[in-house]
């Protein structure tokens, strides 16, 4: 119900609606498309470059999204957390579960461009929903620990976009992992978001299984990260209350 509220509430009195879920990961798509083709070419191992950057940007948008609107859930709806108590959870996670919802809607035009581009379908496709149970885990567990450390620090709220910013470009987004030089690929393969990318490529793009040294690291850092800010959030939501 509260992820109901909250899309209701995010596209009340716009004018496109949730034309916009789709219109953010196309225009950074065409964006990209523009800028790594024609000024200055990124390899995609044969892909074209649109759809190379589109299944990035598509389980990013939704990392992101659900980062900005999740994280400061609990100091945006403060008169809510002091009058009333309920797991405070429901509030950071509705968010989540609403930006859900941006991403489905996203997914039908990459449906298209799939078809567009006559990207054969693999049985290895069947490996999307796992990936995406990992990026949700991970997601899940970076809103619980932002949106609870936000309520003593607000300086976050400066703070996580720019770090989101940072991270895109750490990030195989608008690049394939391949140009990392591999003194460093070791270091830059603890990013959890590198696996996930780099496997939604594999089994969409390509027609191959993930990469499952890339991917395993990746899923016990979101599992763990998940747990631990889970119970983070639980310890410090007896004083959301008292210190907003």
Do not use: H
């Not at 976009?161 to 470009?169: D, F």
């Amino acid at each position: 119900m509260w992820a109901l509220r909250e899309i209701k509430v995010r596209y009340k009195q716009s004018v496109l609606g949730a034309a916009w879920a789709i219109l953010q990961p196309l225009a950074l798509m065409i964006v990209l498309t523009v800028v790594f083709s024609f000024f200055a070419r990124v390899p995609t191992d044969g892909v074209p470059y649109p759809i190379f950057s589109y299944t990035a940007l598509l389980p990013w948008t939704f990392l992101s999204t659900s980062i900005a609107f999740a994280v400061p859930s609990m100091i945006n709806n403060m008169n809510l957390v002091s009058k009333i108590y309920f797991p405070r959870e429901i509030l950071p996670l509705g968010s989540l579960i609403a930006a859900c919802l941006d991403f489905l809607i996203a997914a039908f035009v990459f449906l298209g461009l799939l078809v567009f581009y006559r990207v054969p379908a693999s049985l290895n496709l069947l490996w999307v929903p796992l990936l995406l149970a990992i990026q949700i885990a991970l997601t899940s567990g970076i809103v619980l620990f932002l949106s609870a450390l936000i309520v003593s620090f607000r300086d976050l709220r400066f703070v996580v976009p720019l770090g989101v910013q940072i991270w895109m470009y750490a990030s195989p987004v608008i690049y394939p992992t391949s140009l990392v030089p591999e003194r460093f690929r070791s270091l830059y393969m603890l990013n959890p978001m590198t696996g996930l990318i780099d496997s939604y490529r594999s089994v969409v793009l390509y027609g191959d299984a993930p990469n499952l040294p890339d991917l395993i690291p990746s899923a016990l850092i979101s599992a763990s990260l998940l747990v631990t800010a889970y119970m983070y959030f639980k310890r410090s939501e007896v004083r959301f209350a008292d210190i907003i």
